[in-house]
């Protein structure tokens, strides 16, 4: 098993920034890539950002490219996601995830471990 815990959500004002953490425990090793999805009221979880266990191999969606960036510390086995320039609509709630193997990296469906999510609001 693995356990994921978010950390940094927040109320921000249109063009701020936050930075969201997720420390990763238990049994890493088995980790191949770790995401961030966002969910808003009444709309599905979609994507927002990936990067594999190693360090590389880093994607984003259209809506938050040149805004967020993802990255990690082996050290501490924690990922990050900068997020600036933020906007009224990034406001969900962010969840962080790990899958254990390779392959497709989008969908929620693609991960086998999810942390209980943490809020982020941006007001205008």
């Known amino acids: 098993q693995v356990q994921l815990v978010e950390s940094g959500g927040g109320l921000v004002q249109a063009g701020g920034s936050l930075r969201l953490s997720c420390a990763a425990s238990g049994r890493t090793f088995s980790i191949w890539r770790m995401g961030w999805f966002r969910q808003a009221p009444g709309k599905e979880r979609e994507f927002v950002a990936t990067i594999s266990w190693s360090g590389g191999g880093t994607y984003y969606p259209d809506s938050v490219k040149g805004r967020f960036t993802i990255s990690r510390d082996n050290n501490k086995n924690t990922v990050y996601l900068q997020m600036n320039s933020l906007k009224p609509e990034d406001t969900a709630v962010y969840y962080c995830?790990?899958?254990?193997?390779?392959?497709?990296?989008?969908?929620?469906?693609?991960?086998?471990?999810w942390g209980q999510g943490t809020q982020v609001t941006v007001s205008s």
């Open positions: 995830a790990a899958r254990r193997g390779s392959g497709s990296y989008s969908y929620t469906l693609d991960y086998d471990y």
